[in-house]
Antibody, heavy 116, light 107 residues
Framework: EVQLEDSGGGLVRPGGSLRLSCAAS????????MSWVRQVPGKGLEWVAN????????HYVDSVKGRFTISRDNAKNSLYLQMNSLRAEDTAIYYC?????????WGKGTTVIVSS | DIQMIQSPSTLSASVGDRVTITCRAS??????LAWYQQKPGTAPKLLIY???NLAVGVPSRFSGSGSGTQFTLTISSLQPEDSATYYC?????????FGQGTTLEIK
């Protein structure tokens, strides 16, 4: 079964850091672009970042550029999102998703709360 | 960035009705558009990609069409399990953007 399991969310103070992880299974991870999408509870979806199969290309939404870093470890079938200098407006459910264009498989999401 | 505006924002319809949701883009592009369904407390589910291609396992009552600046998602015969919020997403150019969502309620 194709699955994505995202983890690593939690409560963090403004200016703090957090690293999200996404464990993939059931498909050949190193042949797919991967993405992160976030959603403020009760609000809409926002694309955050994506990354090419081999890590050679990455793209970010403007609001996280310079603060967030997407990475992957194909040997571990894992995707990551390093989030630094966190702000209250980064509070959201973060989903990892398969593919870098449309997203055909989604994790269940991990919640990040940025608050003092 | 390309802005995506969905209409209507909310919709109430009866079982068996034909329902159409529209997504308008601030710039014209070819078919790089997807539709998702999201039910409360769950992750989005892909319905349509490349404007009109049905995702694996999605019932055939869902269909998509359009190009340029106007795209539509149609449910040909509404079922009770279709109660959800629907989002369009453009992946024509970065940053990818979603519509604000259309909440569909079953009467």
């Amino acid at each position: 079964e194709v699955q994505l399991e995202d983890s690593g969310g939690g409560l963090v103070r403004p200016g703090g850091s957090l690293r999200l992880s996404c464990a993939a299974s059931g498909f050949t991870f190193n042949t797919y672009w991967m993405s992160w999408v976030r959603q403020v509870p009760g609000k809409g979806l926002e694309w955050v970042a994506n990354m090419k199969e081999d890590g050679s290309e990455k793209h970010y939404v403007d609001s996280v550029k310079g603060r967030f870093t997407i990475s992957r470890d194909n040997a571990k079938n894992s995707l990551y999102l390093q989030m630094n200098s966190l702000r209250a407006e980064d509070t959201a459910i973060y989903y990892c998703a398969r593919r870098g264009s449309y997203m055909d498989v989604w994790g269940k999401g991990t919640t990040v709360i940025v608050s003092s | 960035d390309i802005q995506m505006i969905q209409s209507p924002s909310t919709l109430s319809a009866s079982v068996g009705d034909r329902v159409t949701i529209t997504c308008r883009a601030s710039q014209s592009f070819n078919s790089w558009l997807a539709w998702y369904q999201q039910k409360p407390g769950t992750a989005p589910k892909l319905l349509i990609y490349q404007a009109s291609n049905l995702a694996v396992g999605v019932p055939s009552r869902f269909s998509g069409s359009g190009s340029g600046t106007q795209f539509t998602l149609t449910i040909s015969s509404l079922q009770p399990e279709d109660s959800a919020t629907y989002y369009c997403q453009q992946y024509n150019s970065y940053s990818y953007t979603f519509g604000q969502g259309t909440t569909l309620e079953i009467k």
